[in-house]
């Protein structure tokens, strides 16, 4: 649809991509029809940001988010402050998001919680979903969770079992699956072994974590393989690709391939990792709804408002956002939205 101006107004705003019916959808054989995005923007995106974002700020933030269609969006993480002192405000955020379930239908607003103290904080604080953080490796493990990998799992089993006793779904995170910058390659043997105890304990879902952004499609469906292997349904697995050498997409093109349905994105590629400096942004939520419009797999997410929401964030960090989508259609979507 081209957009025109009335009489005497000057010439019309040329239209863009979107304007245009592009991105062409094209189903591909043995891809899914339907694909649900975790967002991850709010919690593992601003978590890596020297600046302290206002808390007003990350509630319009997911606000926003949730307006695109996101039904997803993890919110931020009971950590203690001093460890991540950018999520210190996760008591203040919390109350701000109330009602926003009831407002955006279906909405989940899953909260990060590292040990009891964080699933007590949580708990207070009505959140109906929560997640774990592990480490596939064990320099990593000592890294950001001080205490080894073992340890770490210790920890998380009262976590887990607590809060699904009290019907609340527990995601688990398992980081460093594809390479270390410690330890080089992971073998798939040792991340299906963690893997496996994570869903063992009480996990419904198990997010797999390119961290350091070095996978490629070869080592994604190995690793798929080997759950699969291991008797672990696709359904349970989702993917975390992070984009530091350029493959976050056609490692998700890859995992959706082999039957995976829910991929973490970051709106604006927003993020990295506090304890591993090799890690770039995440997977930018725009250019993933790109690819997945143009095959034609549903995501719900107005692609329009998604870009304009990560342009606005974008300005509030004093820098243009690192996705390649936002850079091609920000100035379109904001001139159309001055229309």
Same mark, same amino acid.
């Given at each position: 649809?081209?957009?025109?101006?009335?009489? @005497?107004? $000057?010439?019309?705003? =040329?239209?863009?991509?979107?304007?245009? /019916?592009?991105?062409?959808?094209?189903?591909?054989? /043995?891809?899914?029809? !339907?694909?649900?995005?975790?967002?991850?923007?709010?919690?593992? @995106?601003?978590?890596?940001?020297?600046?302290?974002?206002?808390? @007003?700020?990350?509630?319009?933030?997911?606000?926003? *988010?949730?307006?695109? $269609?996101?039904?997803?969006? =993890?919110?931020?993480?009971?950590?203690?402050?001093?460890?991540?002192?950018?999520?210190?405000?996760?008591?203040?955020?919390?109350?701000?998001?109330?009602?926003?379930? !009831?407002?955006?239908? @279906?909405?989940?607003?899953?909260? *990060?919680?590292?040990?009891?103290?964080?699933?007590?904080?949580?708990?207070?604080?009505?959140?109906?979903?929560?997640?774990?953080?592990?480490?596939? +490796?064990?320099?990593?493990? %000592?890294?950001?969770?001080?205490?080894?990998?073992?340890?770490?799992?210790?920890?998380?089993?009262?976590?887990?079992?607590?809060?699904?006793?009290?019907?609340?779904?527990?995601?688990?995170?398992?980081?460093?699956?594809?390479?270390?910058?410690?330890?080089?390659?992971?073998?798939?043997?040792?991340?299906?072994?963690?893997?496996? %105890?994570?869903?063992?304990?009480?996990?419904? =879902?198990?997010?797999?974590?390119?961290?350091?952004?070095?996978?490629?499609?070869?080592?994604?469906?190995?690793?798929?393989?080997?759950?699969?292997?291991?008797?672990?349904?696709?359904? %349970?697995?989702?993917?975390?690709?992070?984009?530091?050498?350029?493959?976050?997409?056609?490692? +998700?093109?890859?995992?959706?391939?082999?039957?995976?349905?829910? &991929?973490?994105?970051?709106?604006?590629?927003?993020?990295?990792?506090?304890?591993?400096?090799?890690?770039?942004?995440?997977?930018?939520?725009?250019?993933? &709804?790109?690819? *997945?419009?143009?095959?034609?797999?549903?995501?719900?997410?107005?692609?329009?408002? *998604?870009?304009?929401?990560?342009?606005?964030?974008?300005?509030?960090?004093?820098?243009?956002?690192?996705?390649?989508?936002?850079?091609?259609?920000?100035?379109?979507? !904001?001139?159309?939205?001055?229309?």
């Amino acid at each position: 649809m081209t957009a025109t101006a009335p009489r @005497g107004a $000057g010439p019309a705003r =040329e239209p863009d991509a979107l304007d245009l /019916g592009l991105p062409a959808p094209v189903r591909a054989p /043995g891809l899914p029809e !339907e694909v649900r995005i975790h967002e991850v923007g709010p919690r593992d @995106g601003l978590q890596n940001e020297s600046a302290l974002v206002p808390v @007003g700020v990350k509630a319009e933030f997911i606000d926003r *988010l949730a307006a695109a $269609g996101l039904r997803t969006v =993890e919110a931020t993480s009971f950590v203690h402050p001093k460890w991540v002192p950018q999520l210190a405000d996760a008591e203040e955020l919390m109350p701000r998001l109330a009602g926003l379930p !009831e407002r955006r239908p @279906g909405l989940r607003l899953p909260v *990060l919680v590292p040990n009891e103290r964080g699933l007590d904080r949580a708990l207070a604080h009505h959140a109906t979903d929560v997640a774990v953080f592990a480490s596939a +490796t064990e320099t990593f493990a %000592r890294r950001n969770l001080n205490r080894s990998a073992d340890e770490a799992m210790a920890m998380f089993r009262p976590v887990v079992e607590r809060a699904s006793a009290a019907g609340v779904p527990v995601r688990g995170y398992l980081s460093m699956c594809f390479g270390d910058p410690w330890e080089g390659p992971v073998p798939v043997a040792q991340v299906v072994r963690s893997g496996l %105890r994570l869903l063992e304990m009480g996990c419904a =879902e198990l997010s797999l974590g390119d961290t350091i952004g070095v996978a490629t499609p070869g080592q994604v469906t190995d690793l798929l393989d080997g759950f699969a292997a291991a008797g672990v349904p696709v359904g %349970r697995l989702a993917v975390h690709f992070h984009d530091t050498y350029g493959q976050a997409l056609s490692n +998700t093109l890859t995992a959706l391939r082999a039957g995976v349905t829910t &991929v973490d994105a970051s709106a604006g590629g927003l993020g990295g990792c506090p304890y591993a400096k090799s890690a770039t942004g995440n997977l930018a939520t725009e250019d993933l &709804v790109w690819m *997945l419009h143009g095959l034609g797999i549903r995501t719900g997410v107005d692609l329009r408002a *998604l870009v304009a929401t990560s342009g606005w964030m974008a300005r509030r960090l004093g820098r243009p956002s690192p996705s390649r989508t936002v850079q091609a259609l920000l100035g379109a979507v !904001e001139a159309g939205a001055r229309d």
